[in-house]
């Protein structure tokens, strides 16, 4: 082979190369705006649900109708309480959805109209499992938001 020839390989090659490389940061970005989407719309279907039930925990006239939505409410809190504890958030959908959990157990710790029912459906060693763990790791975070809570109340 020549000269001419080899330098007009390796230029291709080096061509090819570097089309490789904007390839690769082209599906890197993609990626990324993939999951942010990802992340967005999971922050958004978490907060839809939990206003869900939150207003079906203040809609509920009967007592039947209190038991059933604060029984789902729990189950709602152990399955995003599950996400949290594996780690199966991002960072800021991760913080938005902690925060939440904590103020929830916040405020059942303060109804105390509640806790019968807390204990009633406390039906297995396993029930609420997920949310245990929570609120063991996030006691501090529990205890700080009940102080914040009682002194907003005086």
Known sequence: MSVATDLASATGQCIQAAAAVIGLGAIWWQIRESRKTSDVQSLQAFLRDAKEHENALLRATTEDEQHQAFIEFLN???????????????????????????????????????????????????????????????????????????????
């Open 76 to 154: 709602f809190l152990e399955a995003y309480s599950a996400a949290i504890n594996g780690g199966l958030f991002p960072r800021v959908t991760s913080d938005i959805v902690r925060e939440k959990i904590v103020e929830a157990v916040a405020m059942i710790t303060e109804a105390e109209a509640w806790h019968g029912k807390l204990a009633a459906a406390i039906t297995s060693k396993t029930t609420f499992k997920c949310l245990k763990i929570f609120m063991r790791r996030e006691k501090p975070a529990i205890s700080a938001a009940i102080r914040a809570r009682a002194a907003l109340s005086k």
